[in-house]
Structures are given as C-alpha cells and as structure tokens.
C-alpha cells in the first residue's frame, strides 16, 4: 500500500479534528488512516465511539463537496463528532454513495 500523506488530527472526547484530510481520497486509505488513529489514541477518544463505516461516509461527504466547490474552507478539513445526530448519519451515508473515487 502506498505511504499515506501524513495529517494532522486533534482528538477530544468528543471530537475528532483532521486537518486537509481532502488530501486523502480513496475510501481504503481513507479506513486504513482511520485504524491508524484508532490504535494510536486511548480508548475515551471519539474516534472509537463511532463504527468504521460510518466516520468513512462522514469523511467522503466532505471529500464531495469539496469537489463541488461547496464551503470548500470548511469542507477541506473533517470534524467527526460523538455523538452523530441521527439525520445528518443518513445525510452523509447518502452523499458518500456518491463519491466516486
């Protein structure tokens, strides 16, 4: 697997914060950073809060619109919170459906 380009991520209790994470794009990269960050930060981080699929979907939501030149400030970084609201869960499963990269 090719070395992924390293990033910077800000975890709390409640959040996780990764800095340019456009600059990964393709969903197993973008899962394999995400294990990476999970061994790596303890165990009452919001990273492991969540399941995989799911901060994956989040995850290419941004990637999307940034693509589409929507809010691309805010869009270009990805705040993976915990808890997720249940209908904004369904808003980014839908639109990473279609994320084709």
Not at 66 to 90: A, C, G, M, N
Request: net charge neutral; with cysteine.
């Amino acid at each position: 697997m090719p070395e992924l380009p390293p990033l910077q991520a800000r975890l709390t209790e409640a959040n996780t914060h990764i800095d340019d994470s456009v600059r990964i794009r393709r969903r197993k990269d973008i899962a394999a950073y995400l294990i990476k960050l999970r061994e790596e930060s303890p165990s009452d981080m919001a990273i492991n809060h969540r399941s995989l699929h799911s901060l994956v979907c989040e995850w290419r939501a941004h990637n999307f619109f940034y693509d589409l030149h929507v809010f691309r400030s805010r869009t270009k970084d990805v705040d993976l919170e915990y808890p997720q609201h249940w209908l904004r869960e369904i808003f980014c499963r839908v639109v990473s459906f279609f994320y084709f990269w």
